[in-house]
Each structure stands twice: as C-alpha cells, then as structure tokens.
C-alpha cells in the first residue's frame, strides 16, 4: 500500500510530508509504457503531486500541474486530489538518457528540459483557478518544487524526489519527502535542516531501504510529531459515458467521417490510456439527434 505520513518537527517550527508511491508510479509507467527517464520524470511529478493534493483544504478542490521544458519528453501533466489520488501523463514516453558521466544514472533534467516553465493551477471551486508558475531551474523536479515554494508561496523548502528503476524496467522505489519551513522557524532550525539535508541519502534509495513514510521521517527528526497518514493511489475519473458527451457534441459532419471511414471510434484517456470504443450505430444516433435538434431551432426560429 501506498502511503504519506505528514506531521511536524523541531518543536512544530518545521512541517514534514513523506510518501511511499512505489506501486501508483508502476501503476502509472504501465499505463504509459514509459521507459527508464520517462518513468523517473513522471513517477517525482506524480509523487510530490501526492504531497501537494493532501495539503488541500476541500474534497472539492484540485491541483494540476503542467510541466514542459521543452525536452525530449515534451508536455508533463499531473492532476493531484484531497483523497491522495493523482493521475498523470507525459507526451513522450518512450525517452531513455543517461547522465554523460554517469551511465547508470538517468538524466531526468535533460530529458524534462530547463527552457520552460512548472505551473501549479489550483481549482478551489471559485470562479478562477489560481494560477502560478515559476521558470524550471533544473528539470530534476525537486529543485523546480522547491523553487515553487520559495518564489509562489514564500515557503522554504526541501524538496527531494526519487524513482528507483530496476533492471527489468520496473519501479523498485519511489516517493518524495518535503520539509517546509514554519513561520516560527528560529536560525538554528534553518541549520539543523541544512545539516540533515547534507548528510540524506536519495529517498528513493531510503524508501527502498525503509518502506514505511513514518519510520523514515522518525529516523530523521528525533522529535518527529506525526499528524496523519493517508493511502495514495493512481486513480482516473474518466468513463465511457463522459467522454460520449464530448463526442456527441463534435460537428455531425466529423462524426459522419468517422461512420463511413472506421464505422465507429476509438478515444483513448491522455491521463490513463484507458481505450474506449463507441460503434456506428452509437455515432449515427449522435448525428440524428444533433440533426433533429438543429430541426427543432429552426421551426422556432420559424414561429418567431
């Protein structure tokens, strides 16, 4: 099970969130057949995602986040919930690149690209999403979050993410730890911070150590005050039936195209690649009904 331990530390002067999401990243680079980098890439956005969706105030509101740095994986999307759920894509991702000096490290920064922008869209159910975004400072995600912090949120933090990639290309470890900054924070939590900091192993290789978000942050802060856990999971809201409501509303002479060409569709999910199929005799009742609407105005329009 996928999880996040949140809580506090150093006398409630430093906030703490660390999450576990091994299998909702495996679950993810299945779904998109992602090779090494991209899966690296995607499993951080999709992990500090995780962190960012618990911090929400309402089941009602929502986090995407849109990353591009015009690198070889394109455009990355992450959409993060109050229930810990995240869903999430990258454009391309079939990208495999290794660090010049390093080849058995993966070069998640070049791969993202340092030429573009994060940006974090906030939906609190009012009538415009907040919207902020920050230049990418690296591409590794982590510094890019951490940035986020400091600049949108004026929140000091320690962002650090990792995806740990076995052999057979499948996911050994994921997940991200954030230590944020209280407003309370005095001088000598700055350098307590700075010194674990220093001396921290990449989480992906702690969690692959560990497993368990509470053990890891315990091990440390000594005085580690856990608030809450929470289960995490990869979950789409997409289904048949709402993507047959943009597909009823495209121009009849499109879904004519489509009944004469391929006698049916197929639409595929961006965030999931989950397929879906709709067959000709459910586009021909989408083009009678647009047709007997478009009749239906007309003998208004007539009356008038």
Do not use: W
């Not at 400072?137 to 650090?160: C, H, L, N, R």
């Not at 809201?237 to 489509?258: H, R, T, W, Y």
Request: net charge negative.
């Amino acid at each position: 099970m996928d999880i996040l331990s949140r809580g506090t530390a150093l006398n409630g002067n430093v906030r703490v969130f660390c999450c576990c999401t091994t299998k909702l990243v495996q679950e993810a680079v299945e779904r998109h057949n992602c090779l090494p980098t991209a899966a690296a890439a995607l499993g951080r956005t999709l992990s500090v995602g995780c962190i960012m969706g618990t911090m929400l105030k309402d089941k009602k509101e929502k986090i995407e986040i849109q990353i591009d740095g015009n690198g070889p994986l394109g455009n990355m999307v992450v959409d993060a919930y109050y229930d810990g759920t995240v869903r999430g894509f990258v454009t391309n991702p079939k990208v495999e690149l290794a660090k010049d000096d390093n080849p058995q490290k993966l070069d998640v920064g070049k791969a993202v690209g340092t030429n573009g922008v994060l940006r974090v869209i906030k939906d609190m159910s009012m009538k415009r999403p907040f919207i902020s975004e920050v230049p990418l400072q690296t591409g590794e995600i982590g510094d890019d979050f951490a940035y986020y912090y400091m600049k949108s949120e004026q929140t000091p933090s320690v962002v650090s993410v990792g995806v740990l990639v076995d052999k057979d290309y499948s996911i050994k470890a994921a997940g991200a730890l954030v230590i944020q900054m209280m407003p309370s924070a005095t001088e000598k939590d700055v350098q307590i911070v700075e010194e674990i900091v220093a001396h921290l192993k990449p989480i992906s290789q702690i969690i692959d150590e560990m497993k368990d978000p509470t053990e890891i942050v315990k091990a440390i802060f000594d005085d580690y005050q856990e608030l809450a856990t929470q289960e995490l999971g990869f979950k789409c809201e997409c289904n048949k039936g709402k993507f047959a409501i943009v597909l009823s509303k495209l121009p009849k002479e499109d879904l004519q195209v489509m009944i004469d060409e391929d006698h049916g569709c197929e639409v595929i999910c961006k965030f999931c690649n989950t397929r879906y199929y709709y067959d000709e005799k459910t586009l021909q009742g989408y083009v009678k009904a647009q047709m007997a609407c478009e009749k239906k105005q007309k003998e208004v329009a007539g009356k008038a």
